[in-house]
Antibody, heavy 120, light 107 residues
Framework: EVQLVESGGGLVKPGGSLRLSCAAS????????MNWVRQAPGKGLEWVSS????????YYADSVKGRFTISRDNAKNSLYLQMNSLRAEDTAVYYC?????????????WGQGTLVTVSS | DIQMTQSPSSLSASVGDRVTITCQAS??????LNWYQQKPGKAPKLLIY???NLETGVPSRFSGSGSGTDFTFTISSLQPEDIATYYC?????????FGQGTKLEIK
């Protein structure tokens, strides 16, 4: 069974940093592109970042480019999102999502999400 | 960025009804269009990919159609467990973008 479990969310002050993690199991992690997708409270879905299976290709939404860094450790079956210079508008539930085989951003499995709150 | 416009934004229907949601892209996205279901407090779930392909394990009452800029998502016979918010998503170009969602309620 495919499982994605996010962790690392919490309350952080504007300008602060946070590192999210996503532990994957139940599939060959190194064969799939992975993503972060976020959802502000009561709002819709926003794609944040993608990373290819071997980390060769990385993409970001303009809203986070230069502030967030996506990475992965295939030996540890883990995905990460380093978030710096956080703003109030980054407050959201952050989901880790697997991309369907052969795609970057067709999300076939999602984690349960981790809440990031940016507030003073 | 490609804008995705869903309608309606909310919908109330009775059990057994046929329900249709539309999604319009601001430019041609071929068939690179997916539909997700999100129940309250839960992660989204992929239902339809590439406009009309039913994801494995998804009930056949769900279907999708369309290409280019205009897409339709249909529930042939609404069930109580279908209460959720539904989102379309284009992935023809990055950034991948979602529609604003359609909240489906039981009448």
């Amino acid at each position: 069974e495919v499982q994605l479990v996010e962790s690392g969310g919490g309350l952080v002050k504007p300008g602060g940093s946070l590192r999210l993690s996503c532990a994957a199991s139940g599939f060959t992690f190194s064969s799939y592109s992975m993503n972060w997708v976020r959802q502000a409270p009561g709002k819709g879905l926003e794609w944040v970042s993608s990373i290819s299976s071997s980390s060769s290709y990385i993409y970001y939404a303009d809203s986070v480019k230069g502030r967030f860094t996506i990475s992965r450790d295939n030996a540890k079956n883990s995905l990460y999102l380093q978030m710096n210079s956080l703003r109030a508008e980054d407050t959201a539930v952050y989901y880790c999502a697997r991309a369907k085989s052969g795609s970057y951003v067709l999300f076939d499995y999602w984690g349960q999400g981790t809440l990031v709150t940016v507030s003073s | 960025d490609i804008q995705m416009t869903q309608s309606p934004s909310s919908l109330s229907a009775s059990v057994g009804d046929r329900v249709t949601i539309t999604c319009q892209a601001s430019q041609d996205i071929s068939n690179y269009l997916n539909w997700y279901q999100q129940k309250p407090g839960k992660a989204p779930k992929l239902l339809i990919y590439d406009a009309s392909n039913l994801e494995t394990g998804v009930p056949s009452r769900f279907s999708g159609s369309g290409s280019g800029t205009d897409f339709t998502f249909t529930i042939s016979s609404l069930q109580p467990e279908d209460i959720a918010t539904y989102y379309c998503q284009q992935y023809d170009n990055l950034p991948s973008t979602f529609g604003q969602g359609t909240k489906l309620e039981i009448k």
